[in-house]
């Protein structure tokens, strides 16, 4: 963590309002007030250096016009994640550029408050000027067990003010507080009444002096902060190495001293909550919650509904989204077509249809499979499942060192990694979505399917048999499903206890009420994520395709081989004019569209994907391959589905071949090396079926991970690693079969 600088006092000068931020738990109806606040007057961009959305937006409390800034949920300011991480930051103003907040307004869930008031806790330790809105009220009152606003105002000695965001019960009275605090921000101050052991207060007086130059005001709350925020193994706090050192030492002598600074921190201030009365003299009436709970918590219903559940969402992702996919995908063919047909033939020409329309298409062809997976991890989450959700899966994934939200993520990927990849923001810790975005891309995504489908029925006919019984072509697709999911789950349990290996940290989840989502706010987040798929993900898909379309496409006039427009003058000089009309124009057509093929197939061997191909096949034919499915892995990089129509044009049969192609199907078959030998056997099929399993095949992958990770270390390290586990097993499955006699 950086201390402020002057830039921050600068650009707080610049600002024109002041800025109030939004900050709580997570499933407190936050972000449903900052909606109710601000309307559609919010902009999102990211905080500085994290992968974490914010929003800020305009709330006009009457007279005057502050900024507001959501700030992402937090249990506690201890930054053991990229969210809490921001929290403290946000609260504190400790981001270089960024203007500290005037005042903090913390939304409780009016159900949970005791819970919730361990975060305001530690704003009224370090004198940051608060609001309290107990937000939920309503619901609060429907269960029986409002908590009396007054005396909690009169106990935490801050502004305190019930609200509801789903109905806008108590926005004006909230907007008046914090009119008063802006202007007297000491009524937003208070003095904490808790106290601490002597022993953990002569730590915290230790660590003040090194976090002072942070923040002068709040150096004690800051070292009681980093005292819980620095892990020795924990490298993703960032904080200075001589308070991380220091902050070690202390943990150190204390646990010497057999003292847990951890409980003397945390017990204190919950030993403290539980001994105040906040007025509550009800019950929370809870037995629906604990009705559904010991169905969907079961290990055998619960299972069962869970399975149920995913394959609904699994289904969508592949056939609910498909009409919306095609539509796009129509649409854009429709615009290619008529801008090749309004342009003169040429570079200018091939630039727009093949390189900036098609490349236009291949970004927003992802689009409804994001909206649709956001808007049911939404939905899920608003409703209160996704928690119940982790729960069920964590002793699995936490095997393999993932956390259990990881399991949506990763079920997302047999349809496509893109949507899959920006759902890992679901997780808490940065770590956690590394690691789950590095094994992701993994699973056999639908785009993989026509390669699998075209190689298994060129080379595994359906006479063939294995085991004496099961189909050859229904046993290589469960295979290689199979496959890839035990893969990618092997990935990370290797990374997770190597490169990526972090704490292990328990599984805090809380698992709120059932509620009824909130369509509004679904259908808000689903489109922000759309928005900045295309606007920054969608950018660098876009280039790679026009830089991929240039490989392809130049130089441009290449030498041939062969006169081709001799050949087309002869065809149309050996006409018979004697010939049926119909015949003649169909049988000219074909012999035409024959000469065409094969001059497009030379140029693009000549051209410069073409080269690399070549360039590449010393390096793939160990595996079994030639440098035309070298070109194919090039073309393949665009999609992974482009393989099967590049492959029609390397043979000279034409670009619009798809998977189901007869003619491409034989031309793979009778593929003849120089010596005779087949170019395709059931083992090469098998080599390349591994291959487009394992490899990172997929710019637009490349380029979300690129998004989400904000480095293009992980992008990297995602390719060369994907690439080199690709050819080792393609490697062993080809020579190996070869040494078997296959």
Not at 55 to 61: D, R
Request: aromatic share 8%.
């Amino acid at each position: 963590m950086q201390p402020a600088t002057a830039a921050s006092a600068t650009a707080g000068n610049r600002v024109q309002m002041p800025r109030i931020a939004l900050a709580g738990n997570p499933n407190t109806g936050k972000t449903s007030l900052f909606n109710r606040l601000t309307g559609a007057n919010a902009r999102v961009g990211n905080y500085p250096g994290v992968t974490v959305e914010r929003e800020i937006g305009k709330w006009n409390l009457g007279s005057r016009t502050v900024e507001v800034m959501d700030v992402p949920g937090a249990y506690s300011l201890a930054a053991r994640s990229a969210e809490e991480q921001v929290a403290i930051r946000s609260v504190f103003g400790l981001d270089p550029g960024e203007p500290r907040p005037a005042l903090v307004v913390v939304v409780i869930d009016a159900t949970q408050l005791v819970r919730n008031l361990y975060f305001a806790m530690q704003l009224i330790e370090a004198r940051v000027p608060v609001v309290l809105a107990l937000n939920l009220i309503d619901v609060a009152r429907a269960q029986g067990s409002p908590p009396d606003r007054q005396r909690v105002e009169d106990i935490l000695g801050v502004p305190v003010v019930a609200v509801s965001a789903a109905t806008g019960e108590g926005l004006e009275p909230l907007a008046r507080a914090v009119e008063r605090v802006l202007v007297r921000p000491d009524e937003g101050r208070s003095v904490a009444t808790w106290r601490y052991p002597r022993a953990l207060e002569k730590d915290v007086d230790r660590l003040a002096a090194l976090v002072a130059a942070w923040s002068p005001e709040e150096a004690k709350a800051l070292g009681r902060w980093a005292l819980l925020s620095v892990d020795v193994e924990d490298e993703l706090v960032d904080i200075p190495e001589v308070v991380r050192k220091e902050v070690t030492n202390v943990r150190r002598q204390a646990e010497a001293a057999g003292r847990d600074i951890d409980a003397e921190l945390i017990g204190t201030r919950y030993s403290w909550l539980d001994a105040q009365d906040f007025g509550i003299r009800g019950t929370a009436d809870t037995g629906f919650t604990e009705a559904v709970d010991r169905f969907l918590l079961h290990p055998l219903w619960g299972g069962l509904t869970f399975l149920l559940t995913m394959g609904v969402l699994f289904q969508a992702l592949f056939s609910w989204s498909d009409p919306a996919i095609s539509a796009i995908e129509a649409t854009f063919a429709w615009l290619a077509t008529h801008v090749h047909n309004a342009l003169p033939d040429g570079v200018v020409n091939d630039f727009l249809v093949q390189g900036v329309i098609n490349g236009a298409g291949s970004v927003v062809v992802f689009l409804p499979q994001i909206m649709l997976l956001f808007f049911l991890l939404g939905f899920l989450e608003d409703s209160g499942y996704m928690a119940r959700v982790a729960f069920l899966v964590d002793r699995l994934m936490k095997s393999l060192g993932l956390h259990g939200r990881a399991f949506v993520p990763m079920l997302s990927g047999y349809a496509c990694a893109v949507p899959a990849i920006m759902a890992t923001r679901t997780l808490e810790r940065q770590r956690d979505r590394v690691l789950t975005m590095m094994v992701v891309p993994l699973m056999s995504c639908s785009a993989r399917l026509p390669v699998y489908t075209l190689i298994i029925s060129a080379l595994f006919p359906p006479n063939t048999k294995f085991f004496g019984f099961i189909p050859a072509p229904a046993f290589m697709m469960v295979f290689m499903y199979v496959f890839s999911t035990t893969m990618a789950l092997t990935a990370a349990a290797v990374l997770g206890r190597t490169m990526l290996k972090g704490p292990k940290v328990p599984l805090l989840l809380e698992l709120p009420p059932y509620r009824v989502p909130r369509l509004a706010t679904v259908v808000r987040q689903m489109w922000m994520r759309a928005k900045t798929f295309l606007t920054e993900a969608g950018t660098t898909i876009l280039a790679c395709t026009v830089v991929l379309w240039a490989l392809l496409a130049f130089p441009r006039h290449p030498l041939l081989s062969h006169d081709y427009n001799a050949d087309r003058a002869a065809i149309s000089a050996s006409t018979d004019p004697t010939s049926d009309a119909s015949e003649l124009a169909a049988d000219h057509r074909a012999a035409l569209d024959a000469v065409d093929a094969a001059e497009t197939a030379e140029k693009l061997q000549k051209s410069y994907g073409g080269q690399l191909g070549h360039l590449v096949e010393p390096l793939i034919r160990p595996l079994g391959f030639d440098w035309k499915i070298g070109v194919g892995l090039v073309g393949a990089f665009a999609a992974r589905e482009v393989f099967v129509s590049t492959m029609g044009v390397v043979y000279g049969i034409g670009a619009d071949q798809d998977e189901q192609s007869v003619p491409l199907r034989e031309r793979i078959r009778g593929e003849k090396r120089d010596d005779g030998t087949p170019v395709y056997t059931p083992l090469v099929g098998l080599s390349l079926m591994i291959f487009f399993a394992l490899s990172a095949q997929c710019m637009s992958t490349l380029a979300v991970v690129r998004r989400e990770s904000r480095s293009w270390k992980w992008p990297a390290f995602l390719f060369a690693y994907m690439t080199v586990l690709a050819w080792c097993f393609s490697f062993v499955v080809y020579q190996g079969g070869k040494a078997l006699g296959f």
